[in-house]
Structures are given as structure tokens and as C-alpha cells.
């Protein structure tokens, strides 16, 4: 998850520098998407780490000679971990007010 996080947040940066090293709005709009899809599956890796690391701990905790420290301690630094990744992924979606949120249109639905 951190790694998800922290390349979440590196994204951010460079669409930062696309954005500003590029004038023709269907460029920027472009390197946006880009950077949606590249942030989309981040957000995918740190899901499916916050699953497997999640079960380990229900699955330790479970165990008859489990530490409730370790399990409280592991609970923790997880709960963190996702928060600072929700954190990430909320302010990439503030990032761009100028873009206007995607709507469907009546004909694909």
C-alpha cells in the first residue's frame, strides 16, 4: 500500500509538469487520462494489498497463541496505511478543478 501511495503522489507531480509544459487543452486532457488510468491501478494494487495483509491479520489474530499486541500493533499500521492511500487519492481528485467530472452519456446507458 505504500508503495501504491507513494506512487500515487509521484503521478500527481508529473501531471503537474505535463500540464504545465503543455497549452492545447486536447493534450492536457489526454495526459489527465493518462494519469487517471496510471492512478486507477495503483489505487487497484493498494486495494488488493490492503486485502491479503487484512486476512493475515484476522487470520493471526484467529490463532490461539496469537500476541493481541502484535495483532493490535498490525491493525494499526494497516488502518494508517489506508488512510494515508484514501488521503493520496483524494487530493488527486481536487487536483484539477478546471476538468470537468465525467458524465455518461444518455446513449450509452
Known amino acids: 500500500m505504500e508503495r ?17 509544459d503543455e497549452s492545447r487543452e486536447e493534450e492536457q486532457l489526454k495526459h489527465l487520462r493518462q494519469a487517471t488510468g496510471q492512478i486507477t491501478r495503483c489505487a487497484n494494487d493498494g486495494i488488493q494489498a490492503y486485502r491479503r495483509v487484512s486476512r493475515a491479520v484476522q487470520a493471526e489474530a484467529a490463532l490461539a497463541d496469537a500476541d ?5 500493533s498490525a491493525t494499526k499500521v494497516l488502518a494508517d496505511a489506508r488512510a494515508r492511500m484514501l488521503t493520496a487519492l483524494d487530493q488527486a481528485s481536487r487536483r484539477y478543478p478546471w476538468a470537468p467530472p465525467w458524465r455518461s452519456s444518455p446513449d450509452l446507458e
Do not use: F, N, S, Y
Not at 4 to 20: C, F, V, Y
Open 68 to 72: 493481541p499486541d502484535e495483532v493490535k
Open 4 to 20: 501504491a501511495t507513494k506512487r500515487i503522489e509521484e503521478l500527481g507531480g508529473i501531471l503537474d509538469r505535463q500540464l504545465t
